[in-house]
């Protein structure tokens, strides 16, 4: 098996919320968008997706159990530009001899930002 691509799908009850966020507040670029479901770039072959639970066969899990983890040049950095996106990110701390910090979406699904 030869994975090209990884594609991690969000199913979310507050859809255009959770898509607003991804594509307004973290500024993800959109590489694929219907009426229910958007795919956004999270690298050159690693994307994340919203869609509509309320259109989907899947529903949502109200953002339990879920965490995107996404590592950084420069975790102060990003804590700083999430703070001035009207997030309010957790206090930097020391985990698995990295440092990290928290947000989480419309939806309640963790993000996780680390250097």
């Not at 259109?55 to 965490?67: K, W």
């Not at 990003?78 to 698995?96: Q, S």
Request: proline share 2%; aromatic share 8%.
């Amino acid at each position: 098996m030869e994975i090209r691509t990884a594609n991690t799908i969000l199913y979310c009850a507050r859809w255009q919320e959770t898509v607003t966020f991804y594509r307004s507040v973290l500024g993800l670029r959109v590489t694929h968008e219907t009426d229910w479901f958007v795919e956004f770039a999270l690298g050159e072959e690693v994307r994340v997706s919203v869609a509509d639970a309320g259109r989907a066969t899947v529903a949502s899990a109200g953002g339990r159990g879920i965490t995107l983890s996404l590592r950084v040049a420069d975790v102060v950095a990003a804590r700083d530009e999430l703070a001035a996106a009207g997030l309010e990110p957790t206090a930097l701390k020391a985990l698995w001899g990295a440092r990290v910090t928290y947000v989480r979406d419309p939806e309640g699904h963790r993000i996780e930002v680390w250097s």
